[in-house]
C-alpha cells in the first residue's frame, strides 16, 4: 500500500499567543451581592435574589442587602446600572493545568484517498476512528463505507517543515 503525505493548509498555520503555557484560567461563574436603598419589582426574593437584611419603616423595607443568583439579573443590573443600587461582582475561576500550548495551530488538507478494501475514494476528513473490541488496537483511517481497520496508509506532514515551506 503506498503511503500518501497529508500536508498541512498553510493559510491555516496560526501562531497560539499562549504557546508554551500549561496553565490555562478558566471562568467558571460569577455572584454578586447588592445594597439598595429600595428594590426595584424586577428583584424577586427567593427567585432571582436572596433578601439578607433589610430595615422595615410602617411595612416599607429599605436598606436592602443580598445576592443575586440569577445570571441575567446580574446582567441586568450590571448593563443598566439602576440608580440606588450598589453592585458587587465576584467572578469566579479555576486554573487548569496541562500539557504546554503547541506554538502553531493548523489544519491538514483534506484529500482524496482510497480504500484499500472496497476501492471507493474517501475524503481523508471523513476517515474515521475507533479501536477494536478488545481494546488493543486503535485506527484513525477507518473506511467510513466498509468499515476496513486502517483502510489507506497515511503520513502527515510534521509543522516544523510546514512552517519552512510558508516562510514564516
Known amino acids: 500500500m503506498e503511503t500518501i503525505l497529508v500536508k498541512i493548509d498553510i493559510a491555516s498555520i496560526?501562531?497560539?499567543?499562549?504557546?508554551?503555557?500549561?496553565?490555562?484560567?478558566?471562568?467558571?461563574?460569577?455572584?454578586a451581592k447588592f445594597k439598595a436603598r429600595v428594590l426595584p419589582d424586577y428583584f424577586v426574593n427567593d427567585k432571582n435574589c436572596f433578601i439578607t437584611s433589610?430595615?422595615?419603616?410602617?411595612?416599607?423595607?429599605?436598606?436592602?442587602?443580598g445576592e443575586i443568583i440569577s445570571v441575567?439579573?446580574?446582567e441586568k443590573c450590571?448593563?443598566?446600572?439602576?440608580?440606588?443600587?450598589?453592585l458587587i461582582i465576584d467572578f469566579h475561576s479555576d486554573v487548569i493545568n496541562h500539557a504546554p500550548?503547541?506554538?502553531y495551530s493548523f489544519t491538514y488538507e483534506?484529500?482524496?484517498?482510497?480504500?484499500?478494501?472496497?476501492?471507493?475514494?474517501?475524503?481523508t476528513n471523513d476517515l474515521e476512528s475507533n479501536e477494536s473490541e478488545d481494546g488493543?488496537?486503535?485506527?484513525?483511517?477507518?473506511?467510513?463505507?466498509?468499515?476496513?481497520?486502517?483502510?489507506?496508509?497515511?503520513k502527515y506532514e510534521n509543522i516544523d517543515d510546514a512552517?519552512?515551506?510558508a516562510g514564516l
Do not use: A, H
Not at 16 to 24: E, I, L, V
Open 110 to 123: 483534506n484529500i482524496d484517498v482510497i480504500c484499500c478494501e472496497c476501492g471507493e475514494k474517501i475524503m
Open 14 to 31: 496560526k501562531q497560539n499567543k499562549d504557546w508554551g503555557s500549561t496553565q490555562t484560567r478558566i471562568r467558571t461563574g460569577k455572584t
Open 163 to 165: 512552517v519552512k515551506r
Open 72 to 74: 441575567e439579573l446580574i
Open 136 to 154: 488493543e488496537y486503535y485506527s484513525n483511517k477507518i473506511c467510513p463505507k466498509c468499515g476496513e481497520f486502517d483502510c489507506c496508509s497515511l
Open 78 to 86: 450590571f448593563n443598566e446600572k439602576p440608580e440606588g443600587i450598589e
Open 101 to 103: 500550548v503547541p506554538k
Open 54 to 65: 433589610w430595615q422595615e419603616n410602617n411595612g416599607v423595607k429599605s436598606n436592602i442587602e
